[in-house]
Structures are given as structure tokens and as C-alpha cells.
């Protein structure tokens, strides 16, 4: 049996959200953009016209109940008022999470999970700011934050300081292997989907009104790249990138979700603008 096959087998298997009593919502949050200029990078054909293209740097908070889960950390708050950079791909932040969250009465302090869809720094640049919180990775990333000398991957797309509060041993951590439920109700799912990174994720929540929402972390990065199975030369795993693709469609057929591709401006307007939010 292909592991393709396998994996959309483990996606019919997937619970659904038990309890309606528990309050249930999610806001997107703006972590930054990033200007591609050589898209190739990103489809697999960086020897081809060096087409420009911005990708957005999404992040997402979801409440459960009284735990509030960070999906995603984006850029570095050090980059709000700097000059855009010359280099192939060219982050920038115009606001932090902090500011974002006061605005709908969260402080830091309240966050109770991190949850990071993979480890490349545009996704765990700001999860300092919330070091109380337990985090929650893909055992994959985990492990590989843990070798030395570090993987060759590692090179200009993971900054392990970033997450120096748990890698100090300082913070409490929850490597997940495989598929995670992270309440146990079957609201908020952690999907297994490596290829980009060794413990690349997703999110599937599971909302009482809107219906379930699938958050693709990096498995793709905009439409036509899903379209086209195209895998960028920098993820770890060229197959296994494929196969995580076929999943994420899959699940998403399933469970009738609307799928958000994180970095595709137009998949992120499918949820409500912040400070609103899906329930």
C-alpha cells in the first residue's frame, strides 16, 4: 500500500469535535510579508525568469475554552520601520503579535500553548515574547533542534534561537509525533505532514459556525503550487513534500474545510479581518 494511500486511509479516521459547550474561535493575525524575487525558489525552477511574487506571513490564535493557542509566530519584531531588504527574499513587519493581541484584550501572559506548523524562522520569530507558554512542535523539528552540529537544512532558514526559552530547558515542551489532538475533543487536530521540514504540521479546527478551518503551516505556499505539486528546492523532502500535498487536499475534501493556505493573501481573506474572528 503507498504511503500516499496510507495517509488519506489516517485522514478519513480523523474525530471530530465532541463537546459544543466549549467556546470556540479563531483570529488571524498579520505576522509580516515576505518579497520573493526569484519565485523559482519556491516551484522547483530557480534557473527560469526570476519572477517577483509577495507572500503573506500569517499567524492565527485560536481559543479554546480558557486555553488560548498561538498558531505560528512570524517575522521578527526587529524588522518593524527597517528598509526592505536586497536579498532574494525580503521580509517585513509593520506590527507585532503583543500589539495585535491588546487589541482584543490578550496579553502575552494569557497564551498558554505555541504551537509551531515547522521551524523555519518566519514562523517562530516572535514566540519568544510568549515563554510561559507550553510549546507545541512536530517531534521531526524537535529532534533536529536537538543534533549537532546542526542539520545542513538548517542554513539560512532556521534560527534555533528563536525558541531559546525551551531549548534552555526552561520551558515546557510537547513534541508531537504523528497526528495530535490537542484537547482531546477532536476541535483542534495537529496533522502530520513532513516534507517542507522533518516535522512539518497543519491545524484542522473544527468551528461550531464557520465549519472546519485546515491551516496548511508551509505543506504549500499558494494556490498554483499546490495546483502543480511543485516542491521548493529548499524543503527536506521532495516525496514526502507530494505526499503531504495529496493530504492536505484530502483532509480538507473529507472534512469539508475551508482550506487557508498560509502564505496566499487570497486563501487568508477567506477568514474574517482582525480584530473579528471565525467561530
Known sequence: ???????????LALPVA????????LWRLDCGEILIRNIGLFTGDPSGPAEER????????????????????????ALIGQPLSPEVMAPSLSVDLPTQLAQIGVTP???????????????TAQAASFAQAELV??????QALQASPAPAWFEGTVVPETLA??????????????????YGDGSVMMLSMPGHTAGETALLVNLPQTGPVLLSGDVTHFEEQLADRAVPVFNVDPAESVVAMDRLEA????HGATLIIQHDSRHIAR?????EAAR
Open 1 to 11: 500500500m503507498s504511503r500516499s494511500l496510507l495517509f488519506v486511509l489516517a485522514t
Open 18 to 25: 465532541a463537546n459544543a459547550q466549549t467556546e470556540l474561535a
Open 54 to 77: 509577495t507572500l503573506t506571513d500569517s499567524c492565527y490564535l485560536i481559543r479554546h475554552g480558557t486555553d488560548l493557542l498561538l498558531w505560528d509566530t512570524g517575522l521578527p519584531a
Open 109 to 123: 501572559a494569557d497564551i498558554t500553548q505555541v504551537g509551531i506548523s515547522h521551524i523555519h524562522f518566519d514562523h
Open 137 to 142: 512542535i512536530g517531534a521531526g523539528d524537535w
Open 165 to 182: 526559552p525551551w531549548l534552555t530547558g526552561g520551558g515546557k515542551v510537547r513534541p508531537v509525533e504523528g497526528d495530535h489532538d490537542l
Open 251 to 254: 483532509v480538507a475534501k473529507e
Open 271 to 275: 477568514l474574517p479581518a482582525f480584530p
